[in-house]
C-alpha cells in the first residue's frame, strides 16, 4: 500500500473498529487495528503509524495513559493521535489534552468529522 498513509484504529470493541475501517476503507490509509492499549503500544511502536485514532475507556491500559507512554517515546512523540470516547464533559477534554493528544472526538460522531480530522493531520 505505497503511498497510503497507515492509521492505527484502537478500541476494545469490535464494532466500533468495525465501523471505523468502514468509514475510513475509501480514503488513501492503510488501516491496522488493535483490541487494548497494551497492544496499542505494541503496534505503535512497531508500525509507525502516520496517524491513531484511539478510544478512552479501554480496560487495563486506558487512552489516556497510552498517550502518555507513546510521548514518552521518541518514535512516537510526534504522532498525531485523536481520543474518541463518550466523556465530553470539560476535564475529560482537559485530561485528553494534558496526556498528549492532538484532538478530541465525542461519540457520537459523524464520519466526515473523522475523515477530516484525520486529514487536517495525515493529509487526504
Request: aromatic residues 4%; negative net charge.
Amino acid at each position: 500500500m505505497e503511498g497510503h498513509k497507515k492509521i492505527l484504529l484502537v478500541d476494545d470493541s469490535p464494532t466500533v473498529l468495525l465501523m471505523e475501517r468502514i468509514l475510513l476503507q475509501d480514503g488513501p490509509y492503510e488501516i491496522i487495528t488493535a483490541a487494548s492499549g497494551e497492544e496499542a503500544l505494541t503496534l505503535a511502536l512497531s508500525e509507525q503509524p502516520h496517524a491513531i485514532v484511539m478510544d478512552v475507556v479501554m480496560p487495563g491500559m486506558n487512552g489516556y495513559e497510552v498517550c502518555r507512554r507513546l510521548r514518552d517515546q521518541e518514535s512516537t512523540r510526534t504522532t498525531p493521535i485523536i481520543l474518541v470516547t463518550t466523556r465530553s464533559s470539560l476535564e475529560s477534554l482537559e485530561r485528553g489534552y494534558a496526556s498528549g493528544c492532538n484532538d478530541y472526538i465525542v461519540k457520537p460522531f459523524e464520519a466526515m468529522e473523522l475523515r477530516m480530522k484525520i486529514a487536517s493531520f495525515v493529509g487526504s
